[in-house]
Nanobody
C-alpha cells in the first residue's frame, strides 16, 4: 500500500508562484510513475503533469512552460513548481502514483491518490 500526502497549497495572486510537494510512503516509489491532477469547482478532474520513474515528464498544454515537475527518489517526494499562476489554475490538486514506471495522463492509470491540496489564485 502506498500513501500520498500533498502539501504546499494556498492562496496566491495571479502571476505568483507556489510549489506543491507530495510525500510517498513505500519502498517502490523509485519504480513508480507519478502524476498531478486537478479539479476545479464544477469541473471534471484533469491531468496536469506526470513523471516517469526515470524522470521523463509530460505536461498538459495549459501548464507547459509554467509548471515544472521533479522527483527525489531518496526523499520519496515529487514536487510541482507552479509559476505565472492564473485564476484558471484554481483547483484542488491531487498527487497520484502508478504501480508502473511509465507515465500516464489518464486517471485510470493511477493506483493511489492523495487527499488533495487547495490552490487558489486571485485576480
Amino acid at each position: 500500500q502506498v500513501q500520498l500526502v500533498e502539501s504546499g497549497g494556498g492562496l496566491v495572486q495571479a502571476g505568483g508562484s507556489l510549489r506543491l510537494s507530495c510525500a510517498a510512503s513505500g519502498r517502490t516509489f523509485s519504480r513508480s510513475a507519478m502524476g498531478w491532477f486537478r479539479q476545479a469547482p464544477g469541473k471534471e478532474r484533469e491531468f496536469v503533469a506526470g513523471i516517469s520513474s526515470s524522470g521523463s515528464t509530460y505536461y498538459t498544454d495549459d501548464v507547459k512552460g509554467r509548471f515544472t515537475l521533479s522527483r527525489d527518489n531518496v526523499k520519496n517526494t515529487v514536487r510541482l513548481q507552479m509559476n505565472s499562476l492564473k485564476p484558471d489554475d484554481t483547483a484542488i490538486y491531487y498527487c497520484a502514483a502508478r504501480k508502473g514506471s511509465v507515465l500516464d495522463a489518464t486517471q485510470a492509470g493511477y493506483d493511489y491518490w492523495g487527499q488533495g491540496t487547495q490552490v487558489t489564485v486571485s485576480s
